[in-house]
């Protein structure tokens, strides 16, 4: 069972940058393909970007260009880097393995004037 902490979520004018971090217990988190994902007030959570155990990348097409995922199996934590933060991107923002398993508490991400 693989246990999962979102942190580094916080409130960013618009254009601004944050960088989002998810720390994975256990020793086996180098074997799972991992996501970040997003859910908006009144909206289905949606995958943002996904990394897969060697680590290749996939971006959802709002955020291609300006967001980041990356991985580091030494340190059992998963990244992402957000910039050119929109309104639009404010959410609360999740991460999980792949296939999914329990849903952390999530980090809030607010990008306002």
């Known amino acids: 069972q693989v246990q999962l902490v979102e942190a580094g979520g916080g409130l960013v004018q618009p254009g601004g940058s944050l960088r989002l971090s998810c720390a994975a217990s256990g020793s086996i988190f180098s074997i799972y393909a991992m996501g970040w994902y997003r859910q908006a007030p009144g909206k289905q959570r949606e995958l943002v970007a996904r990394i897969g155990r060697r680590g290749t990348t996939d971006y959802a097409d709002s955020v291609k260009g300006r967001f980041t995922i990356s991985r580091d199996n030494s340190k059992n934590t998963m990244y992402l880097q957000m910039n050119s933060l929109k309104p639009e991107d404010t959410a609360v923002y999740y991460c999980?393995?792949?296939?999914?398993?329990?849903w952390g508490q999530g980090t809030q991400v607010t990008v306002s004037s």
């Open positions: 999980n393995k792949d296939p999914l398993g329990d």
